[in-house]
């Protein structure tokens, strides 16, 4: 199961930027982009869950403004779903996209 999402923010606190059903879906590979004014971050994410936790991967990140720009993902369970959520280090305004490759129960 693939889908795409985006989402814009303008917060550092975590905002839900994906979601899928924990009863449908056991693991999600993400591919992430982020775009703030002329700051870019690209990174693959992993996360595989239990039913009540989420464990998290994150690797191949690129940034190219690595000392002024930050986006920290974690991924948790809320209602029977399972949240990829990023926090922004700056309230500037962002968008957020997200391919997820999804695996069935």
Do not use: C, W
Request: net charge neutral.
């Amino acid at each position: 199961y693939t889908r795409s999402d985006s989402t814009s923010i303008s917060s550092t606190s975590a905002s839900t930027v994906a979601t899928h059903a924990i009863a449908t879906f056991r693991s999600v590979n993400y591919k992430v982009q982020v775009t703030q004014g002329t700051s870019y971050y690209q990174s693959e994410i992993n996360v595989v869950h239990d039913g009540s936790t989420a464990y998290i991967t994150e690797f191949g990140i690129i940034n190219t403004q690595p000392s002024q720009f930050g986006a920290t993902f974690s991924a948790t369970i809320n209602s029977g779903n399972l949240l990829l959520q990023v926090a922004m280090a700056s309230n500037a305004s962002a968008t957020i996209k997200v391919l997820s490759t999804a695996t069935t129960v």
